[in-house]
């Protein structure tokens, strides 16, 4: 399905329907050598269900794709 990018993505709280520690575990340990990774997004049915940042990067920066 198509989303429509120019509204702003909503986040799902309920993540019980899916391994969330497992999910957030493999995200908090992303390996060091991966300097050039900037932000992981995971999206699950259209909605953010996981999100983290590294190398001094936030929500707040913006991302070139």
Do not use: C
């Amino acid at each position: 399905p198509g989303w429509d990018l120019s509204q702003p993505w909503v986040v799902e709280n309920d993540r019980s329907n899916f391994k969330a520690a497992t999910l957030d575990s493999l995200l908090d340990n992303i390996p060091a050598g991966l300097e050039f990774l900037e932000a992981m997004v995971v999206i699950h049915n259209g909605r953010i269900v996981a999100e983290r940042y590294y190398n001094s990067r936030s929500a707040a920066d913006d991302f070139h794709a």
